[in-house]
T-cell receptor
Framework: GQQVMQIPQYQHVQEGEDFTTYCNSS?????IQWYKQRPGGHPVFLIQ?????EVKKQKRLTFQFGEAKKNSSLHITATQTTDVGTYFC????????????FGTGTRLQVTL | DGGITQSPKYLFRKEGQNVTLSCEQN?????MYWYRQDPGQGLRLIYY???????QKGDIAEGYSVSREKKESFPLTVTSAQKNPTAFYLC????????????FGDGTRLSIL
């Protein structure tokens, strides 16, 4: 079945350093979504990318969708302690409307 | 205020007992989902429903059951057949389209007594 992997599983950075998580799907995706889950909380939708090669920015966060629409990345510039959490990518399941396959997640820890 | 409400926040199950987790949404979404999350892990789909009176098994449906009698409600029963039920359970909803984001409730933490 469809698999969505993320690397790294965990990253610990000092505040002010940059961070990147990579998402790879075993199948071509019509779109990719990114979610953030704070410790003890629930996933919250961040953004969706639809076009091949698309790049979107939200303040310090930059999201990219690969040319082949099988991979994506999230880059955070100058991390802050508020960025702590687990970041998940998710892609539509082939053949099933509305169902998503979530990636394995990358947990980000930021210390002062 | 629109959103998804899960209850209870914490739940304890005794051996051999069935327990039901509640999920209610007032977002007027057709599709609803149940996920299981184990510590440090991703989200695994248990069941999903795209319309009232219809639902499909996800990747880990064994030991669980659901119903979808109303658009707003999608309760999940963890049966005694689920031998390792301790986990964080998340309910989500969305419009019925692959381009729509999912909105999550606050979750229910289930533990075995």
């Amino acid at each position: 079945g469809q698999q969505v992997m993320q690397i790294p599983q965990y990253q610990h950075v000092q505040e002010g350093e940059d961070f990147t998580t990579y998402c790879n799907s075993s199948t071509t995706l019509s779109n990719i979504q990114w979610y953030k889950q704070r410790p003890g909380g629930h996933p919250v939708f961040l953004i969706q990318l639809v076009k091949s090669g698309e790049v979107k920015k939200q303040k310090r966060l930059t999201f990219q969708f690969g040319e082949a629409k099988k991979n994506s990345s999230l880059h955070i510039t100058a991390t802050q302690t508020t960025d702590v959490g687990t970041y998940f990518c998710a892609g539509p399941n082939t053949g099933t409307a509305s169902k998503l396959t979530f990636g394995t997640g990358t947990r980000l820890q930021v210390t002062l | 205020d629109g959103g998804i409400t899960q209850s209870p926040k914490y739940l304890f199950r005794k051996e051999g007992q069935n327990v039901t987790l509640s999920c209610e949404q007032n977002l007027n979404h057709d599709a609803m989902y149940w996920y299981r999350q184990d510590p440090g892990q991703g989200l695994r789909l248990i069941y999903y429903s795209q319309i009232v009176n219809d639902f499909q098994k996800g990747d880990i449906a064994e030991g669980y059951s659901v119903s979808r009698e109303k658009k707003e409600s999608f309760p999940l029963t963890v049966t005694s057949a689920q031998k390792n039920p301790t986990a964080f359970y998340l309910c989500a909803s969305s419009l019925r389209d692959t381009n729509q984001p999912q909105h999550f409730g606050d979750g229910t933490r289930l533990s075995i007594l």
